[in-house]
T-cell receptor, first 109, second 112 residues
Framework: DTAVSQTPKYLVTQMGNDKSIKCEQNLGHDTMYWYKQDSKKFLKIMFSYNNKELIINETVPNRFSPKSPDKAHLNLHINSLELGDSAVYFC????????FGPGTRLLVL | QKEVEQDPGPLSVPEGAIVSLNCTYSNSAFQYFMWYRQYSRKGPELLMYTYSSGNKEDGRFTAQVDKSSKYISLFIRDSQPSDSATYLCAMRRTDSSYKLIFGSGTRLLVRP
């Protein structure tokens, strides 16, 4: 059983479009994250939610909006996509340590 | 200066070699230290997790933390081609946010 799952795995879209990425965890954790990994493999935290409440919001353009309908789900919606948004986006869930999803590869053309 | 520094490599070693991967950090408030392994096109997976200073061993992997020098290491004994991956160090403070700060990752290639 997959602990942290994300959909879709791949996302190819045009500049200016709006897209969403979904994340679900079945670990019973209260805290979930979104990370962005650039082409140089640097993992940068974007957001963190604890039990549906936003607790970390790094310097991220407000075109990115996370939504947590319940503590097992944390979705990421991106408006007006730009070329620089192309990256791999990872969802993670944390108890004592963090568990990562498989990633969503976003390519903006 | 980044909070966590890690040599990006690539590090290329022959099969069977002992590999040493390292990170330095600047924030003395970090108390929890982790090593993640990331294969190409996969998510990071937790390898080792230590609290404060000291050593921890798990099979062929040993993690060391030297808080006085703000330096952490991961040693891999008898390295295998299947160990070829990017290794990311990560660390956090003891507050409740569980916010991890990652190094940029070291790419390791173990040659058969």
């Amino acid at each position: 059983d997959t602990a942290v799952s994300q959909t879709p795995k791949y996302l190819v879209t045009q500049m200016g479009n709006d897209k969403s990425i979904k994340c679900e965890q079945n670990l019973g954790h209260d805290t979930m994250y979104w990370y962005k990994q650039d082409s140089k493999k640097f993992l940068k935290i974007m957001f963190s939610y604890n039990n549906k409440e936003l607790i970390i919001n790094e310097t991220v353009p407000n075109r990115f909006s996370p939504k947590s309908p319940d503590k097992a789900h944390l979705n990421l919606h991106i408006n007006s996509l730009e070329l620089g948004d192309s990256a791999v986006y990872f969802c993670a869930s944390t108890g004592e340590t963090q568990y990562f999803g498989p990633g969503t590869r976003l390519l903006v053309l | 200066q980044k909070e966590v520094e890690q040599d990006p490599g690539p590090l290329s070693v022959p099969e069977g070699a002992i590999v040493s991967l390292n990170c330095t950090y600047s924030n003395s408030a970090f108390q929890y230290f982790m090593w993640y392994r990331q294969y190409s096109r996969k998510g990071p997976e937790l390898l080792m997790y230590t609290y404060s200073s000291g050593n921890k061993e798990d099979g062929r992997f040993t993690a060391q933390v030297d808080k006085s020098s703000k330096y952490i290491s991961l040693f891999i004994r008898d390295s295998q081609p299947s160990d070829s991956a990017t290794y990311l160090c990560a660390m956090r403070r003891t507050d409740s946010s569980y916010k991890l700060i990652f190094g940029s990752g070291t790419r390791l290639l173990v040659r058969p």
